[in-house]
């Protein structure tokens, strides 16, 4: 292109000059002009044609189309009731936990709020749990057991634990329910002989048929669910989903509380129709999303925003007659969709999508 301009420049100069002096030239000058006249229509012509070649190249090329990442579906754990050798990276699964190992430490001594001196020494067994079914299911650390080459089994430290999970840790976690999906950063202490090699980690197969108990009831949930904004009675209760939100913190006068997955606040106005004082049923209150996957609510955040609300820790009650600005709040995985808020005492009995 940048030939062709220049001798398409060239051209108009001559042209331009043959134009304003045609009686002054001379002949010899003139047959010479013709000359460059010609030489310039020729390399024109070679211009034109090298361009109507890069036109045909540029036609032909097909534009390769946009690179995407193909998301990889998740993969199931594989079960190993056998457990696995102990070590950090070390993965164990049932059909309800996944257990990877964080980190594996021996200590002769534990300095928390006393000293603790082991008779043999300590073994801290750092992992990260997931809870595979679709309920919320509390882990029992007595479940994991540690074994050695002899074939002696150790359970963990009761005492120890708990004080550790409350120094280190999140000092609800020995007790509280974790939500299916979700991962928790636990620990678990063992004492152990010395001697002990050949470490293994073991986890009791933990069959638990109520998955399907849980898809069944989220059918039947789901079937009866009130558009969010509905009143409804349950029990002694006027309930009210006012709206919802997600967050990744809360903090309130008790404390920042940050999620494990994202977390879902629902207002709610709660109106007391009995008469007397009641609290209000916060645990009778549930999520279930729409592959079946059941959440209970989140206590520290939900008591701390409670309170600010309304001025009453969530175990007082309730005096009758009155509408409570309350809320609730669950911790749940962010691709979380569907979702339905569940009323039950025994069986599911009332549901409002949220």
């Given at each position: 292109?940048?030939?062709?301009?220049?001798?398409?420049?060239?051209?108009?100069?001559?042209?331009?000059?043959?134009?304003?002096?045609?009686?002054?030239?001379?002949?010899?000058?003139?047959?010479?002009?013709?000359?460059?006249?010609?030489?310039?229509?020729?390399?024109?012509?070679?211009?034109?044609e090298q361009e109507a070649t890069i036109e045909v190249?540029?036609?032909?090329?097909?534009?390769?189309?946009?690179?995407?990442?193909?998301p990889t579906a998740a993969v199931q754990p594989e079960?190993?009731?056998?457990?696995?050798?102990?070590?950090?990276?070390?993965?164990?699964?049932?059909?309800?936990?996944?257990?990877?190992?964080?980190?594996?430490?021996?200590?002769?001594?534990?300095?928390?709020?006393?000293?603790?001196?082991?008779?043999?020494?300590?073994?801290?067994?750092?992992?990260?749990?997931?809870?595979?079914?679709?309920?919320?299911?509390?882990?029992?650390?007595?479940?994991?057991?540690?074994?050695?080459?002899?074939?002696?089994?150790?359970?963990?430290?009761?005492?120890?634990?708990?004080?550790?999970?409350?120094?280190?840790?999140?000092?609800?976690?020995?007790?509280?329910?974790?939500?299916?999906?979700?991962?928790?950063?636990?620990?678990?202490?063992?004492?152990?002989?010395?001697?002990?090699?050949?470490?293994?980690?073991?986890?009791?197969?933990?069959?638990?048929?109520?998955?399907?108990?849980?898809?069944?009831?989220?059918?039947?949930?789901?079937?009866?669910?009130?558009?969010?904004?509905?009143?409804?009675?349950?029990?002694?209760?006027?309930?009210?989903?006012?709206?919802?939100?997600?967050?990744?913190?809360?903090?309130?006068?008790?404390?920042?509380?940050?999620?494990?997955?994202?977390?879902?606040?629902?207002?709610?106005?709660?109106?007391?129709?009995?008469?007397?004082?009641?609290?209000?049923?916060?645990?009778?209150?549930?999520?279930?999303?729409?592959?079946?996957?059941?959440?209970?609510?989140?206590?520290?955040?939900?008591?701390?925003?409670?309170?600010?609300?309304?001025?009453?820790?969530?175990?007082?009650?309730?005096?009758?007659?009155?509408?409570?600005?309350?809320?609730?709040v669950f911790d749940i995985p962010a691709d979380t969709?569907?979702?339905?808020?569940?009323?039950?005492?025994?069986?599911?009995?009332?549901?409002?999508?949220?």
């Amino acid at each position: 292109m940048k030939m062709y301009q220049k001798f398409h420049r060239l051209s108009v100069l001559l042209v331009m000059l043959l134009l304003a002096m045609p009686t002054l030239l001379p002949s010899a000058f003139a047959d010479e002009l013709e000359d460059a006249e010609a030489t310039i229509e020729a390399l024109q012509t070679q211009v034109a044609e090298q361009e109507a070649t890069i036109e045909v190249v540029e036609a032909d090329k097909t534009p390769e189309p946009p690179t995407t990442s193909v998301p990889t579906a998740a993969v199931q754990p594989e079960q190993n009731p056998d457990g696995v050798s102990l070590e950090i990276g070390a993965q164990l699964a049932t059909n309800v936990w996944s257990i990877e190992v964080l980190g594996v430490e021996q200590q002769s001594s534990i300095e928390l709020y006393e000293l603790f001196t082991a008779q043999g020494v300590y073994l801290l067994v750092t992992f990260q749990v997931a809870n595979l079914t679709n309920i919320p299911l509390e882990f029992e650390y007595e479940e994991l057991v540690v074994s050695d080459e002899a074939g002696r089994v150790y359970t963990y430290q009761d005492t120890i634990t708990a004080n550790l999970l409350n120094d280190r840790y999140d000092p609800l976690l020995e007790y509280s329910l974790l939500q299916p999906s979700l991962t928790y950063e636990t620990v678990s202490v063992f004492e152990i002989p010395p001697e002990s090699t050949s470490l293994r980690l073991m986890l009791s197969d933990g069959v638990d048929g109520r998955n399907d108990e849980a898809k069944a009831a989220a059918t039947i949930a789901s079937e009866h669910a009130l558009p969010v904004g509905s009143s409804f009675l349950f029990g002694a209760w006027d309930i009210k989903v006012e709206r919802t939100e997600t967050v990744a913190s809360i903090s309130t006068v008790f404390g920042t509380h940050d999620a494990r997955g994202e977390f879902l606040v629902v207002y709610i106005a709660a109106t007391n129709t009995g008469l007397e004082p009641y609290s209000f049923p916060y645990p009778k209150l549930r999520l279930v999303d729409d592959s079946g996957r059941w959440f209970s609510y989140i206590h520290p955040p939900t008591d701390g925003m409670a309170y600010e609300l309304t001025d009453r820790q969530t175990y007082e009650g309730f005096q009758p007659g009155i509408a409570y600005q309350t809320v609730i709040v669950f911790d749940i995985p962010a691709d979380t969709s569907g979702l339905m808020l569940v009323a039950s005492f025994d069986e599911p009995q009332l549901a409002v999508k949220i």
